[in-house]
Each structure stands twice: as C-alpha cells, then as structure tokens.
C-alpha cells in the first residue's frame, strides 16, 4: 500500500481558489486508482473526484464539476486538485485516497488513506 499525505488547504475567500495535494510514498504509485473525498462537521464523507491510474478516466461530484479539477504527476507521485470559484459549503476536511483495483466513487472501495487537511472558505 501506499502512504499519503496531503497539503496545500487553508482559508480562501468565496469565489477564490486553493490547490491540495497529495503526496504518495513507494514506487508504484502510478498503478493506483486516485480520489479526493471530503467531509463536512456533522456530515458523512462524500466523494469529490476521482483519476484512474493512467490519468485517462476521471469523474467529479456534481456539486464541484466546472469548477475542480483533478490531475496527477506520476513522475512526482501526487495527485492535486485544484479548486477554484470556491463556495462557503466548500468547507470541509479533505482526504485522498488511493487503491489498486477499485476506480469509483465509493469511499468505502479505497484502501489508503491520507490523514486529511482542512479547507475553510468564508463568504
């Protein structure tokens, strides 16, 4: 398995922009499927975006398509997401996570995870 660690979250105003990224340790990064899943205080982790190993296939939440964007450096290890036009219902802690076989959307499916970094957006 991998081990992951993410970075780049902090405060943003509404309508600005933050990127997080995602640091994988070992060196078959590139063979795992790769998520970004968020979870609200008070609310279940929901699914945000998704990467398939080669980069190829991609899915997004409907609540962030148009305005995230998911990508990945295999030569780096990382996966990022970029998030822009950010919205007060934004805030959440967010967590990547990565597995070998499963590429969806269920959070359940995934294997390694990420502690998480918070992103707080203020209207």
């Known amino acids: 398995q991998v081990q992951l660690v993410e970075s780049g979250g902090g405060s943003a105003q509404a309508g600005g922009s933050l990127r997080l990224s995602c640091a994988a340790s070992?060196?078959?990064?590139?063979?795992?499927?790769m998520g970004w899943f968020r979870q609200a205080p008070g609310k279940e982790r929901e699914f945000v975006a998704t990467?398939?190993?080669?980069?190829?296939?991609?899915y997004y939440a409907d609540s962030v398509k148009g305005r995230f964007t998911i990508s990945r450096d295999n030569a780096k290890n990382t996966v990022y997401l970029q998030m822009n036009s950010l919205k007060a219902e934004d805030t959440a802690v967010y967590y990547c996570?990565?597995?070998?076989?499963?590429?969806?959307?269920?959070?359940?499916?995934?294997?390694?995870w990420g502690p998480g970094t918070q992103v707080t957006v203020s209207s």
């Open positions: 996570a990565a597995d070998r076989s499963y590429f969806g959307v269920a959070g359940a499916q995934y294997h390694s």
């Open positions: 070992g060196r078959t990064f590139s063979r795992y499927h």
């Open positions: 990467i398939s190993w080669s980069g190829d296939t991609i």
